[in-house]
């Protein structure tokens, strides 16, 4: 067995800032209820007119992550690629991003696990390291989310937390099995699908109710959110997926040099802060720059916790996140 090392991290988000004041002149919220709620000051949605995709903001972060493992693209062996706003119905944006970064006929892997996406997608990547079967591996979370929002005071309890943005990893063997990944853990609760959900286009509504009704007003369209409820279910899945990640390594909380939260809600973050008794330093967030990026969160927080030397070498970094399935789970790597 190997063990899998990250080698290079790399985001992208687009230029264009969207304040909270900003969203306050089409729909009805406030700056106050924003930053209150969620904490939340602005986050990127990418400008009409603009190039960027879901799959071209993946190869962005993703030409920056291989360049810094100091690898070429050819040099990759398989691509896990997470998104729930890929470019296409399908094919997934694996497969662009194979094409973009000009690679060789490699296997590309789409990821649908929401705003765990990262989490599950660096599970799987780490697998296939473990193994033998592949040495470097391009890990991608990347989200479009600002072109399927419903804008109107009718979204508002959704649309102001979403941003777009993408992050990317190369994962590489390392024959060093004190360094790497040390475990992750996946989990998800199908009953509550409908609690987080985008739910048409699907295959069960397509010709009868969508084509043929062609709705504008048609809620199905836009992402739904039970709010709270998701908010209850967050914190207490949170703090176990850390804690499975301790137990399953003879580690304990003071042994966490970087807790990196999926960006949902500062809120969140906070209350998991608080219960783990964590200080400031242990805890990376930037969710107030960003907004929640989904499956991007977690390996933009990262690559940015890293570019501002929060991560040192040797360090015990925890990656968690939950999210729309219900999904969630857990990484634990020594730095
Ligand atoms: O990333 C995947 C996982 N996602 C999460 O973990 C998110 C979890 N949930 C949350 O973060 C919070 O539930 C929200 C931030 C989404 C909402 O906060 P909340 O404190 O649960 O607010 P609420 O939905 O209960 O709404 C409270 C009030 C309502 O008004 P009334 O009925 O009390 O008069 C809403 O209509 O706030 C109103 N409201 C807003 N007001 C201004 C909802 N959205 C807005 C808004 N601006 N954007």
């Known amino acids: ?93 694996g497969v662009q991003l194979q094409e973009m970064l000009d690679m060789k006929t490699i296997g590309a892997l789409d990821v649908r696990n929401q705003c765990s996406g990262f989490i599950y997608a660096i599970s799987v990547a780490d697998q296939f390291i473990k193994t033998g079967m592949y040495n470097n591996i391009l890990v991608v979370g990347a989200e479009y989310h600002s072109s399927g929002l419903d804008k109107t005071t009718r979204g508002r309890g959704v649309s102001v937390i979403f941003g777009d943005g993408a992050g990317a990893a190369v994962l590489s063997r390392t024959n060093d099995n004190t360094k ?27 010709i009868n109710e969508i084509i043929d009704s062609n709705n504008k007003e048609d809620e199905s369209y836009y992402p739904y959110m039970n709010g709270t409820f998701v908010f209850k279910h967050a914190v207490v899945r949170f703090s176990e997926a850390i804690n499975e990640g301790l137990q399953a390594n003879n580690l304990r909380v003071s042994d966490i040099d970087m807790l990196i939260p999926h960006q949902a809600n500062l809120r969140i973050s906070q209350f998991i802060q608080r219960k783990f008794k964590l200080n400031d330093d242990q805890v990376f967030n930037n969710i107030m720059k960003y907004g929640n990026t989904t499956a991007a969160s977690v390996i933009i927080a990262l690559t940015e916790a890293w570019e501002k030397g929060k991560i040192k070498d040797n360090d015990l970094v925890v990656l968690a996140a939950f999210g729309s399935g219900f999904t969630w789970g857990s990484v634990i790597m020594r730095w």
């Open 180 to 206: 790497g990944i040390l475990s992750s853990h996946l989990h998800s609760e199908g009953k509550h699908a409908e609690e987080l959900i985008v739910s048409s286009p699907s295959s069960k509504r397509w």
């Open 1 to 93: 067995m190997y063990n899998s090392k990250i080698s290079g991290l790399g985001y992208y988000v687009p230029d264009n800032i969207v304040t909270n004041n900003e969203l306050s002149k089409f729909m009805d919220t406030n700056d106050a209820w924003i930053q209150e709620r969620t904490g939340i000051k602005e986050r990127r949605w990418i400008k009409e007119g603009s190039d960027d995709t879901t799959s071209v903001m993946g190869a962005k972060a993703s030409r920056i992550a291989i360049e810094r493992a100091g690898l070429k693209n050819e040099d990759i062996d398989f691509i896990v690629f997470a998104t729930l706003s890929p470019d296409y119905y399908f094919p997934g944006g």
